[in-house]
Nanobody, 120 residues
Framework: EVQLVESGGGLVQPGGSLRLSCAASGFTFDDYVMSWVRQAPGKGLEWVSA????????YYAESMKGRFTISRDNAKNTLYLEMNSLRSEDTAVYYC?????????????WGQGTQVTVSS
């Protein structure tokens, strides 16, 4: 069955960097647009970034542009999110998700998430 396993989160100081990974299995990875979404404490889900089948097109929420980079390695069935210039407001649980292709029900599957805490 579809499985998405996020890793790479942790505690980092403001201005620091982290690289998140998502190991995917149980589906044809390069048949799907993949996304990162996050949920900060006390807030709802927020879309972070998305990447096309082969990685040639990437998309970012406005506050992430210039700081975050999404990428994928289809040979390894792995999705990445490079996070730079981190701010306290980036503190959240980060999830990778398989995009359904529908704008009404965006995600078919997502992982358990990895905690990112930005604090001095």
């Amino acid at each position: 069955e579809v499985q998405l396993v996020e890793s790479g989160g942790g505690l980092v100081q403001p201005g620091g960097s982290l690289r998140l990974s998502c190991a995917a299995s149980g589906f044809t990875f390069d048949d799907y647009v993949m996304s990162w979404v996050r949920q900060a404490p006390g807030k709802g889900l927020e879309w972070v970034s998305a990447i096309s089948y082969y990685g040639d097109k990437t998309y970012y929420a406005e506050s992430m542009k210039g700081r975050f980079t999404i990428s994928r390695d289809n040979a390894k069935n792995t999705l990445y999110l490079e996070m730079n210039s981190l701010r306290s407001e980036d503190t959240a649980v980060y999830y990778c998700a398989q995009f359904s292709g529908s704008w009404t029900h965006e995600y078919d599957y997502w992982g358990q998430g990895t905690q990112v805490t930005v604090s001095s």
